[in-house]
């Protein structure tokens, strides 16, 4: 279905492979092996999950794409497939685009090929892989695909049998021989099915490059950016990054509690905060809307935390395990009464170390709540990059300093941050509160009292000098995409193509969702005529945000699309180029 | 947690904020107690921190010269956990009321109990909603009908906090009378001084939506049993089921291993990153 | 400070008294009273209600309006100030704005007058009432005010004396002979006093006038609707309306539970509603955020409920005694996901019983859930009007008889509305789900099944026939002024005074604020050259929020500040004659 | 509630859902006993509501064919509270996991028990988060290393739900093991047919995240005091102390008035609005 689009568009020299099956086929273990072995060979690559809600034998793909160059989205369709099963196929065949020219290699007893598979005009081509692994001992059909894989990628059989005699060495030696000996097995039948499909190598050494998830790469930048205590809550997509989290922090000086619930991750963060250790929880959609009352004491108490929001499928419990930016909403407007606060996303897997390590920069120099929008696509997804550079933040706190003279926790200043004193401190003692209050702290109901505090919380955010890191601004010409978080990627790459079609377009990914640099955003708007604003949203939340606060040119046109399937770069190039090329 | 050098008057922890607390009510003898607890700790004011939810009770932080924090309904419990796990040094007391505490912060309660951190937690129990004019808390008897919210009542079983306590896993539990702040404060030393959750339930009157309490000074009294305290948890509940609820006295101590902070060998966050490199 | 605009702003005619005092001093019964027997006199009037933290002897003002037709709001400045004493003045003075025609009877006994007060300019006169009270026999100083007033404002001292005797019955014999004693010696203080304000006095007979708060208004508005069970944690300024509906609803078949907390408020009301009975919480800003998951819930499972937020200032625990609109941003965006659902707001007091009722009837009709915005000035303010008209909506859940064959809870239809089984139907149980399902209900991951859901629960939203109810629009003119809620009330005399300048301006104030009626807004402004938007916020949610949804006329002008005071109609007058007159 | 007049058999509750469980979880074995429970009572499906939060264990209504309703996390408590109190007239029965019931939902369960409601509440203990991956839950020891959240463990000590609904107010009080659903059903049958908040706490092996606790079948007996079940609290307390909570069978049973709503006399809304009139 892609074909006549791809007759235009010239896609990313790119190799995307899909691994589907279910049971307990261990797809997800052969995507890990199959990027490691990528990535030695040289290889950048990247690798999406999609899981059923199945704890155990659920179906589950492992959607890859490798590039000779740092991989930051799904490309338009997958060139081959590899099917153990079809087992509720229909919950994940739309997140599967193939073309006429895709190979879909599927094992005969694993079921009838679905329709739509049928009707997408790809090559079908029935491979036993259960019955070849049976005949091996310790024999596994998800080694035999992976053997398959290898010898149509022009993967080097040696790597991938030191990445998997590696990564299975604790199950013992037997599992390991017969994983080889499936390899092998399967590298063989792979040669005699001429399908060729050679993985694009980088130029350069391996040394310095990176895998990562983007639930790693938050905690990285966490604890770079200095957060020393977490609390959390177990929650798709965000646990992984809390039980990454917890060893670690207890090697850097930290400590991780896993709370009794949401409500206790938020205030267990803030009482740390107030006593001084910079601090953090991680949560999803359903334990973010239990969380924001707690934000809302952040924000009038001025006390520093970092909330950072995995977004997954909603409304409600919603779909645990998948990918939607739908609660951009919840993050800028969630808070009862005027709770001004910061929201930031990062646009990348790896720019989500810089990201955390300037939230935690930003929460405590402007003694407020910052949100981050991740999501189950970032979070879940793991990539092969170049060391993410060392941007060295240096976190500061104000804080006061024991024997000042009749000191004023909420003193008006002229930046509006005021010296929070750090228990321990002689002599310096004051009560935090959410009740609104006079400059001291003492609870006030008087409205001058209450407009100094508000002014005082809200410009401290308006004046505050976000430098270059409010969006990657990039490219010129009169037509720019504004977008955010995990759509910058193929954002990025629709550009690229439009501009190898002579339509040289801007992007415009924000960083800092709120408060919104609108004067800087005007300025990246400058002599622009049209703009296209992409979400994966169902109504348009992002765009509607930008409306709220500024005067977009004429010709603003929305591209937004609730998940689970990410947006493709093809799918955007398509609507850079109606009317332009 | 180094005390005091020189001088610790129970004035010496009140601050010159005054309260909004109605004439009479059960809160002034807490803030009193606790002020003179901490004087007889000798603890220096800055390393102690007083956290409390949303109620007349919870307003009692402001009112000492220590740390404070005046966080939000039903959730003290948690911002105090998370103080003394990020700074174990301090001396974290936890202060509210019996519907913070009980209603909208019970699941709280139950945890903090369990998890056994080594902080103080002082309930005044007035066995209603002051702040909110007066409603039923999960203290109050079944057939008071004196709130509009509950015209027949609550028909539900009082909530008893000691007996909670003792069952999530409590190890100080005592039951105190703000009218007798001297009995308190000794009681708030013990239980500042005992390693581990020490939670002690306070009969502390509201004279403007339950007058009747101001009988309650004629009726509490010591628990009338040597075998308190115990720390045989069955001795425990027996006591706690067959009293009134109107007896004062520690009624169970445990010595339990405190929550602390996984201890593991540090590392620098560069030797974490080698774990990316391919 | 407020003459110079009134030379050119004529005021309603109206008598504005404010009645100041802490502790104990018996402000409010002084107001109540006053209002009760100016009603009986044949006037109209409005009193609302500012206190300070305090439980129990903290200051607070009864701040009265009184007119020969209906009160909706507040006048620019108080005629008559009559002050027991000033502690704690400055956390109140703010919100009683004086003229220099304006006099402050004040009891030397209770402090010297304030600053601000003598900077007014306004007459100043020092009358005992605590030495003048202690000479008779349960003597009290609030009723030697109450007698000041009365024959200040020309009351009739038979109707004070009814009055009083009623409400002080229950208190005993002494007590009411001591009232009277004490309203006739304040009456002959008064008249020798030289300060005349007569009462204006409405035409007509006052059998069909009510008096009535906003919080009783709504809670009979819900019981009008239908609504048999309320679940509610006690919380200010909603509080009285629970206390107003528990017995009440125990006597019209219902039933009202006091929850633990607001978690279990919500999610009790979906318990109920699910059982088929329409059902409804109420609270206020920190009890809504704890809300937001649990309504999260009500739409993706379609159940309908109704929630009540009565604003107070914010963020956090805030000002809990004070008003403010700061919770509309919470309402439109608090939830996490996509979960379209219903907004309104009522435009004034006695409106606030047709709000509720068709709050209710939205949230059975399209099986959603709705919130309704009141505000602490809407709710714990007592007016005189007439009686509010009766219309009688038929509540309508659409639900599924017995016997339907492969009966689908999630059917697509074509108004989005499927068919509820309600528990004991035979044969037709389902299970209500807030995962994302398929259109039986059986949870599901498919991007299809999840967009269907999306387009349903959105869809029925939009398509839904509001009629005229979606606002109050009224008179022409190029100027329109867009509002809500408890703005509406100052609006309205706005408009009614720039008219009377020879300055039409229309009026559009909006009952339901989402889904946004964009068309009939559009409409609505048609011809329109100038819009001013008006509300009680300080980050301008509500004008960002139209900015988001529709192209405003350029020349559109925020006018929006923070509680407590609320907008003056003089200050919006100004505002709306600047350039025009 | 009107028994069924005809056949009633387990499959006549099962419906034609898959559930999405692990092969050999315990949780088929309490799908099986409530199915079993229902048919032994004869109740007509439509008669019966099956409330649920967010787990493994959760998941269950969709896979009996009564009304079912499958809320958020921790909140199934509240949810069935307010279908009983709205509908008196259905067999209201909740159910969920560890993590949902004493974890998240830890202050309902508190409430739903000192408010002594009709209603059955069943908690399939397998003392970790199935759903989320394995995560140590309230009930997990606390010296269990395998999850990466609480690498040394989680410091606190075990919630003991039998002691709590005791001293919360629970009326009937039982543990059981999903390896046995016929007794299992036998005691849904009892606690179904107690009148008043009946709570189960059935040990349900997650094979998946702890395999050891396939284990449980070996070790689960029942309670060898023939005291039991008491309706004596304090005996009732002694046995939950001295037990190691694999001891099954009804542990307390008491007789206290059920919630009810208010009985007040009937009057039309027209008779509430005269109240308005000056
Ligand atoms: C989330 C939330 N819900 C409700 C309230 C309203 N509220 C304030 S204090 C209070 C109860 C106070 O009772 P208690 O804790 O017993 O304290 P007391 O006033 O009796 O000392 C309530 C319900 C709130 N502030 N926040
Ligand atoms: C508010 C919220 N927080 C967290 C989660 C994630 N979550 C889903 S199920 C679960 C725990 C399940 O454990 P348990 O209740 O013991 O059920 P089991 O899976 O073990 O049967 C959690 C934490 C959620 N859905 N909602
Ligand atoms: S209302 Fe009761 S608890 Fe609150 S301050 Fe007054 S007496 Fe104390
Ligand atoms: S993870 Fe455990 S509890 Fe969940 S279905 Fe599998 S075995 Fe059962
Ligand atoms: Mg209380
Ligand atoms: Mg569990």
């Known amino acids: ?581 | 947690m180094n005390p005091l050098p020189g001088k610790s008057q129970p004035k010496d922890y009140k601050s010159d904020v005054k309260p909004v607390w109605c004439p009479g009510c059960g809160d002034f003898g807490v803030l009193n107690a606790i002020t003179k607890a901490l004087a007889s700790l000798r603890l220096p004011p800055e390393q102690v921190a007083l956290i409390s939810g949303i109620g007349c009770s919870s307003r009692v932080p402001a009112y000492t010269n220590v740390y404070g924090f005046h966080g939000i309904h039903g959730r003290a419990l948690a911002l105090g956990a998370g103080l003394k796990a990020a700074r174990p040094d301090l001396h974290v007391v936890v202060a509210g009321g019996d519907g913070d505490g009980f209603s909208i912060g019970g699941n709280h309660f139950l945890h903090a109990c369990r998890r056994n951190m080594d902080m103080t937690y002082i309930v005044m129990d007035n066995e209603v909603y002051g702040m909110t004019k007066g409603q039923a808390s999960p203290t109050t008897a079944p057939d008071w009908t004196e709130s509009e919210l509950t015209p027949s009542g609550t028909h539900a079983r009082p909530f008893q906090p000691a007996a909670i306590a003792l069952a999530a896993g409590a190890t100080f539990i005592a039951r105190a009378f703000s009218g007798k702040p001297n009995l308190l404060a000794q009681m708030m030393v013990l239980a500042m001084q005992h390693p581990g959750f020490a939670f002690i339930q306070v009969l502390s009157p509201c004279p403007t939506f339950r007058p009747e309490q101001k009988e309650w000074k004629n009726i509490v009294r010591p628990f009338a049993v040597d075998a308190l305290p115990t720390s045989d948890p069955a001795l425990a509940a027996l006591h706690c089921q067959r009293d009134d609820g109107m007896s004062t006295g520690v009624i169970y101590v445990e010595a339990r291993p405190v929550w602390r902070r996984s201890n593991m060998q540090e590392i620098a966050i560069e030797d974490i990153e080698q774990e990316f490199r391919l």
Chains 1, 3 share one sequence.
């Open chain 1, 1 to 581: 279905m892609y074909d006549r689009l791809m007759n235009r568009i010239q896609e990313l020299d790119s190799r995307s492979v899909a691994l589907v099956g279910s049971g307990g086929a261990g797809v997800v273990t052969v995507g890990n092996l199959l990027l490691e072995a990528a990535a030695a060979d040289g290889s950048y690559g990247l690798m999406r999950r999609s899981a059923g809600p199945q704890i155990r034998g659920g179906e589950s793909a492992a959607l890859l794409r490798f590039a000779d160059m740092p991989v930051e989205c799904a490309g338009d369709y997958y060139h081959l497939v590899i099917a153990f099963d079809w087992r509720h196929a229909e919950r994940f065949i739309d997140e599967i685009p193939l073309a006429a020219s895709s190979c879909v290699l599927h094992d005969p007893a694993g079921g009838d090929v679905p329709e739509p598979i049928v009707q997408s005009g790809a090559r079908l081509i029935p491979v036993e892989m259960q019955t070849q692994a049976k005949e091996i001992e310790y024999g596994r059909a998800n080694m035999i695909a992976l053997g398959l894989v290898s010898s149509i990628t022009g993967l080097k059989l040696e790597t991938i049998s030191k990445t998997v005699s590696r990564s299975l060495s604790t199950k013992g030696e037997n599992v390991v021989a017969g994983a080889c000996a499936c390899i092998e097995r399967g590298a063989k039948m792979g040669r005699s099915l001429d399908i060729e499909l050679p993985m694009p190598i980088a130029q350069g050494g391996t040394e310095d490059r990176w895998t990562i998830t983007g639930n790693q790469a938050c905690g990285l930048g966490a604890l770079k950016g200095g957060v020393r205590f977490v609390a959390g809550y177990p929650i798709t997509p965000a646990s992984e990054m809390l039980e990454w989290l917890a060893p670690r922090l207890a090697r850097t000086g930290g400590c991780l509690i896993q709370a009794e619930d949401e409500l206790a991750s938020v205030n267990m963060i803030l009482g740390a905060s107030y006593g001084g250790v910079p601090a953090m929880t991680v949560t999803s959609g359903p334990g973010m809307a239990l969380m924001t009352e707690g934000i809302g004491l952040a924000v009038a108490s001025e006390t520093p935390i970092v909330v950072i929001d995995v977004m997954r499928g909603g409304p409600s419990t919603g779909i645990p395990t998948k990918s939607e930016q739908t609660d951009l909403n919840i993050a800028l407007y969630g808070m009862h009464g005027e709770a001004p606060h910061v929201v930031v996303a990062p646009v990348s897997i790896p720019d989500s170390v810089f990201t955390l390590q300037w939230a935690v920069n930003l929460a405590e120099s402007l003694q407020t709540a910052v949100i981050v929008l991740s999501d189950q696509l970032l979070a879940q997804s793991r990539v092969i990059v170049n060391r993410p550079p060392d941007i060295g933040f240096i976190t500061r706190r104000v804080t006061a300093q024991a024997g000042v003279e009749n000191y004023r926790r909420y003193a008006l200043t002229a930046d509006g941050v005021s010296a929070m004193a750090i228990p321990g401190t002689i002599d310096m003692s004051y009560t935090a509160d959410g009740l609104e209050h006079d400059e001291r702290g003492t609870p006030s109901t008087g409205s001058r009292d209450h407009l100094q505090q508000l002014e005082k919380r809200a410009g401290k955010l308006i004046g505050f000098d976000y430098g270059d890191h409010w969006a990657d601004v990039e490219g010129d010409g009169t037509i720019a995409v504004v977008t955010w978080g995990s759509c910058t990627g193929a954002v990025k790459e629709a550009i690229r193509r439009a501009g190898e079609q002579g339509v040289p377009v801007r992007l415009i990914a924000l960083r800092l969702l709120a408060p919104l640099c609108t004067q800087q955003l005007n300025q990246a708007l400058e002599g622009v005529r049209r703009v296209l604003v992409v979400e994966q949203t169902f109504s348009r939340q992002f765009y509607h945000y930008l409306r709220s606060q500024v005067d977009l040119p004429k010709f603003t046109e929305s591209l937004a699309r609730p998940g689970p399937s990410p947006l493709s770069p093809g799918e955007i190039t398509a609507m850079l180029l109606v009317g332009e090329a």
